[in-house]
Nanobody, 122 residues
């Protein structure tokens, strides 16, 4: 069992930046492909970004490409969010799976964090 814990969310003005972090309680993440998803009120959970086991390959959804990046070290995965917009407001979740595909569907991920709220004010 992998327990993921996100941090770094908060309230930010449009155009601002935040960095989200996700760590596993008491263990390394080096054997997991990691992803970030988000869910806005009344909407389905949406894929945001994924990163490969060694961090060498990433997949970013088009709607945030050029503004968001994903990175990792052996213990933590990060979502760097720049030029934030009001439409980025959502709960952000990190997720992990033990395969190698940079999966974009939530069903492919085995472990989830509790989420961290990001609110962008316009």
């Amino acid at each position: 069992q992998v327990q993921l814990v996100e941090s770094g969310g908060g309230l930010v003005q449009a155009g601002g930046s935040l960095r989200l972090s996700c760590a596993a309680s008491g263990r390394t993440l080096i054997t997991y492909t990691m992803g970030w998803f988000r869910q806005a009120p009344g909407k389905e959970r949406q894929f945001v970004a994924a990163i490969s086991l060694n961090g060498g390959t990433t997949n970013i959804v088009d709607s945030v490409k050029g503004r968001f990046t994903i990175s990792r070290d052996k213990n933590t995965v990060f979502l760097h969010m720049n030029s934030l917009k009001s439409e980025d407001t959502a709960i952000y979740y990190c997720a992990a799976h033990s395969g190698v595909a940079l999966a974009t569907e939530a069903v492919n991920y085995d472990y989830w964090g509790q989420g961290t709220q990001v609110t962008v004010s316009s």
